[in-house]
């Protein structure tokens, strides 16, 4: 090997220092990730859309809702009539999945300019309503809820749903998500114990390049019950007494090709309930929260 040969690989050796070095930093956070996750496996729903109104009494994003004889919509404190956000029906829920409500989970907005969110109190329910059928009676028809079923609307609506949509169901597991307000304890305290040498304080100090590939924007995001929540902004659990409320329902900015759903600028929606109040079936305390970029 001559000198220009030997300059030439020393270079190279150099160079290739910093890719090296960076990718061993990704690769250790990887491996914290990894433990997180099988630190925090729960049960998760995932959700996919076909369009279409599958019926009254099905699983559905917006469309027509099942309400009961003798019932009414859900109306706002001012009382005006909220819309059909979406109901998730027990039965069409594979087996073994984890949801405790084999009847008829309904989820209610107010179509204004916040789409029903209260600021001040997001468990409330003054604009928004979470309702739980036990039983469905499967004789009612389009026609008479129709009758009843007027929604507020303002003229100029920015209502996520745009038409209806059919939902199919699959069960699974999945580990806490990177905007859940509990995972940087948990990553910075499994980064510690693995690596005490480079203690850090947030798992956000690391270099974005070391955790961009597993800990993108869209973590913890999609169409869901249960599972571990996705945020564009923060969790709002992260104060007070909601630290132990978990995911009930999400709903992500994610249509088909045919009709969209949108929250503000692709956003994303998020219902959270205190374990006792969901395995009592008792949705008057559900916490309402959505937020976009």
């Known amino acids: 090997m001559g000198l220009g040969d030997w300059l030439h690989k020393k270079e190279d050796t150099s160079a290739a220092a910093p890719a090296a070095r960076e990718k061993t930093m990704e690769e250790k956070a990887r491996a914290v990730y990894e433990e997180v996750q099988r630190e925090t496996l729960s049960p998760v729903i995932t959700i996919s859309l076909s369009d279409g109104d599958p019926g009254l009494c099905a699983s559905k994003f917006g469309g027509l809702p ?127 114990r693995r690596y005490p040498q480079e203690p850090m304080e947030h798992w956000f100090h690391l270099p974005e390049e070391a955790t961009e590939p597993f800990l993108g924007e869209d973590n913890g995001f999609g169409h869901k019950c249960l599972g571990y929540p996705g945020f564009t902004q923060e969790d709002p659990r992260y104060e007070g007494h909601f630290q132990n409320y978990r995911l009930l329902f999400q709903m992500d900015s994610a249509g088909t090709e045919d009709q969209e759903i949108m929250w503000g600028d692709a956003g994303i929606c998020n219902f959270f309930i205190a374990p006792e109040d969901l395995e009592n079936k008792d949705f008057r305390r559900v916490l309402y929260n959505w937020d976009c970029y």
């Not at 829920?93 to 907005?109: D, H, I, M, R, T």
């Not at 309702?131 to 996520?160: A, I, Q």
């Not at 209806?164 to 699959?170: H, K, P, R």
């Open 66 to 192: 099942y309400l009961p004889k003798g019932g009414e919509p859900p109306k706002s404190e001012e009382g005006r009539v909220l819309r059909l956000l979406a109901q998730i029906n027990g039965r069409d829920l594979p087996a073994n999945s984890g949801w405790p409500c084999p009847g008829l989970l309904q989820f209610w907005v107010l179509d204004d300019d916040c789409t029903g969110l209260d600021f001040d109190n997001p468990i409330s329910q003054k604009d928004s309503r979470v309702l739980y059928y036990e039983e469905v009676d499967s004789s009612v028809t389009e026609e008479e809820v129709r009758e009843k079923y007027h929604p507020f609307g303002e003229e100029d609506s920015y209502f996520p749903v745009q038409g209806a949509f059919s939902l199919s169901f699959e069960a699974g597991q999945e580990g806490m998500s990177s905007g859940d307000f509990r995972f940087d304890q948990r990553f910075t305290a499994c980064w510690n």
